[in-house]
Nanobody, 115 residues
Framework: VQLQASGGGLVQAGGSLRLSCAAS????????MGWYRQAPGKQRELVAT???????NYADSVKGRFTISRGNARNTVGLQMNFLKPEDTAVYYC??????????WGKGTQVTVSS
């Protein structure tokens, strides 16, 4: 399984970006897909996840600003990020977990929010 993320970039505070991630390969039974981020000098942290049944979970720091969604084919996941803040600056990683617990990570995409 390969996860390909896109959509990162540089934006001013208050702006918006949309991240997309597509899984390819053997993609059946991808139970949970989501996004994590890692800022310089910090540990990787959860941003948002969405289950096959569309149940979502968000970090408190992004609630009300970010929205996660899955594509109809269930092998894609998007993250709409609004009202971005400088503290959202990080490398964002796409993640997918299969029903059997197998865990996959994509290469990160850089999001930089200038003040």
């Amino acid at each position: 399984v390969q996860l390909q993320a896109s959509g990162g970039g540089l934006v001013q505070a208050g702006g918006s970006l949309r991240l997309s991630c597509a899984a390819s390969g053997t993609i059946f039974n991808m139970n949970v897909m989501g996004w994590y981020r890692q800022a310089p000098g910090k540990q990787r942290e959860l941003v948002a996840t969405i289950t096959m049944g569309e149940r979502t979970n968000y970090a408190d720091s992004v609630k009300g600003r970010f929205t996660i969604s899955r594509g109809n084919a269930r092998n894609t996941v998007g993250l709409q990020m609004n009202f971005l803040k400088p503290e959202d600056t990080a490398v964002y990683y796409c993640n997918a977990i299969r029903l059997n617990g197998a865990n996959y990570w994509g290469k990160g995409t850089q999001v930089t929010v200038s003040s």
